[in-house]
Each structure stands twice: as structure tokens, then as C-alpha cells.
């Protein structure tokens, strides 16, 4: 079965509630022809109901089965604000700037019904930066005690089936954390083994990038850290299969990690790729996804309480189906 075949068949079992806080732009809504045809959740909307009706109308979606949220008359409003200054008192938020916050950036009331458990998830993005859904969702939903550093993994699914799990790969940090230390490394690809373990029927194979292989490099502070996060990670988690610090080559390829890794505990077979920085991790998945033809979904969030999923603001319809599919899966 096709990997989006498989996460499709396994978010409509799942049946959860997944809100989208921009209900009024035309991706968000042609998405919901796939969402609904393949039972992917149960969608929720934000937005003015007029203005979706109008633009569902002119382009042909069927909201019988979508629940809308009105933005100008929310309901639980006074329990969202209320919630959003307990949530941040260290910060002595008031409720009229927190109602401020709400009406501007609707992904807070996304992320604050995802707390208070009126939805399981949210998926934002197409109109909203990076920025603004992380801060959300950090605010709102919070970190997991598990691994408290938020961050992003895209899931990235390449045309040749003989690399990572047939043809699949999860990416991190490729959004959230500019320039990790070797713990929010450790707390990055822990969360991304997690995650692969939700979504591959495939043992985590962790490869800790850098621009060298066991030392080939000579030193250098970048992959001194990703080595002390490699250990960090063999500390936390001593029987999983994690090498580093490696080259992508040595990482996908048996032949090369046999020449230059010769131990290597993923032995070429990787299937989950741990970034040393923003900038390696960001121009790798658009690479990825632009000159080899991959298919990307994400970036999700994780790292968090619950789950929510950022979308690239280039994103389409079919996108955004995936994001919500992979969210109710995780929820």
C-alpha cells in the first residue's frame, strides 16, 4: 500500500476533530472535497459563514458536513480568554489584549480550543506565517514534558521506493529552531522518532547529519554538537538505531557506509534525517522536494501537548488533505 494510502486509511478510522483556522481561504476549502471523500477527519472552520458559503458556492464545495465557527461572534469566547491569561499570567496578559489577539490571528483560538479539548488537532498555514502558528500553538498547547523543545518534521516522500522506508523520510528541524544545542538536537529527533513510529511501519533508523563522518571532518563546534547530541540521545534511548555525526551520503547509501562507516548502526538505511541547523535543514527539504520530485508534507509541529501542523504558505489543496490526515492520526 501507498504511504499515503496507508495515512489516509488510518486517519478515517481514527474520526477526529480538526479545526482550520483559515476557513476562508480557497485551498482550505477545496481541500475539504478529498477531506470529505476520504473521511480524513471531521473538519471544523473559522472564518465569516457568509463569506466561506460564497466562495464554497463559486467553487463548487459541499459544506453540508462542516461545522463553521463564526469570527466575528465566537462561542466560547469569554472561556478562551480566560484560559489564554491563565495560560500566560506570567506575562500579565489582559483580557482585552487577549481578545485583541484572538479577533486579529484566529490560529490562537485554533490552539486554545485544541487545549481545552473542543477539537484534537488544528492545521494552519496557508495564511499565516510559520511564526505566528508556532507562537500559538508554544503558547496555547504547549510542550510535552517528554521532549519540551517545539519543533517541525516534514515528512518527505521520494519518487525512488530503495531509499529510507520505501521511499519515505522524516526531516527535522526543518522550521522552528534556528540553531539547536546538542539537547534540543537530542529532544528533536527523539520527538521524530516518535513521530516515525506513529506513521512508518519501519524501525527508526536516526542519521544525526553533518558535513562529516565520525571525524573525517577533523573538529569544528557544528559537528561537536551533533556528536554530544548523538550521545545525548544513546543515553535517552540506548537501543535505538542512531549514527552520527554522518554525511547524508553515508547515511543513504549501504555502499558508501560501508567504505566510510564501516560500523555504522543504520548502515546506509536511514529513514530519519536530524538537521545541525535551520538553514541545513530548510534548503535540504526544499531541495528535496523541488529537483527530486518528493512529495512533502508538513511541517508538523512536535514537540507539543497536542498535536497541530503548520503548512507552507506555497501549499494546495492536496496539501493541506495530507496535513489534516497525518494530525488526526497523531491525535
Given amino acids: 500500500m501507498e504511504f499515503i494510502d496507508k495515512i489516509y486509511e488510518q486517519a478515517k478510522k481514527a474520526k477526529k476533530r480538526i ?11 477545496k481541500s475539504l472535497g478529498l477531506i470529505l471523500r476520504h473521511e480524513l477527519c471531521i473538519p471544523v472552520l473559522i472564518g465569516d459563514p457568509d463569506k466561506i458559503s460564497s466562495i464554497a458556492k463559486k467553487e463548487k464545495v459541499d459544506l453540508r458536513n462542516t461545522e463553521i465557527i463564526d469570527c466575528k461572534n465566537y462561542k466560547n469566547l469569554d472561556k478562551y480568554i480566560s484560559l489564554y491569561c491563565e495560560i500566560r499570567k506570567h506575562k500579565k496578559i489582559k483580557p482585552g489584549d487577549a481578545r485583541k489577539l484572538i ?18 488537532g488544528f492545521v494552519a498555514g496557508a495564511a499565516h506565517t510559520t511564526r505566528d502558528v508556532a507562537r500559538a ?12 523543545t517545539v519543533s517541525s518534521s516534514s515528512i518527505m516522500i521520494l519518487p525512488d521506493k530503495s531509499l529510507g522506508s520505501n521511499g519515505v523520510f522524516i526531516f527535522a528541524d526543518a522550521g522552528i529552531v534556528p540553531d539547536p544545542t546538542a539537547e534540543q538536537l537530542r529532544d528533536i529527533a527523539l520527538a521524530s522518532v516518535r513521530m516515525a513510529r506513529t506513521l512508518l511501519d519501519d524501525e527508526p533508523k536516526v542519521a544525526m547529519l553533518s558535513y562529516s563522518t565520525r571525524g573525517s571532518g577533523g573538529s569544528g563546534k557544528s559537528m561537536e554538537k551533533v556528536q554530544a547530541a548523538t550521545r545525548l540521545i544513546m543515553e535517552k534511548e540506548p537501543n535505538l538505531l542512531v549514527d552520527g555525526e554522518i554525511q547524508v551520503d553515508a547515511a543513504v547509501s549501504p555502499e558508501v557506509s560501508k567504505r566510510k562507516n ?22 535540504a527539504y526544499k531541495l528535496t522536494e523541488r529537483l527530486g520530485k518528493a512529495l512533502a508534507i508538513g ?12 503548512l507552507s504558505r506555497g501549499c494546495n489543496s492536496d496539501d493541506i488533505a ?9 491525535a
Fill in 19 to 29: 479545526l482550520f483556522p483559515e476557513g476562508e481561504e480557497v485551498r482550505v476549502l
Fill in 103 to 120: 479577533f486579529d490571528k484566529p490560529v490562537f483560538y485554533a490552539a486554545l480550543a485544541v487545549r481545552a479539548g473542543e477539537v484534537d
Fill in 137 to 148: 500553538a508554544i503558547h496555547c498547547i504547549g510542550a510535552s514534558k517528554d521532549t519540551p
Fill in 262 to 283: 564501516a560500523k555504522s548502526s543504520i548502515k546506509g538505511r536511514a529513514n530519519i534525517f536530524i538537521f545541525p541547523n535551520l538553514d541545513a535543514g530548510n534548503i
Fill in 299 to 310: 511541517p508538523i509541529l512536535q514537540g507539543l501537548k497536542k498535536p497541530a501542523s503548520d
Fill in 322 to 330: 495530507n496535513s489534516a490526515a497525518v494530525t488526526a492520526i497523531r
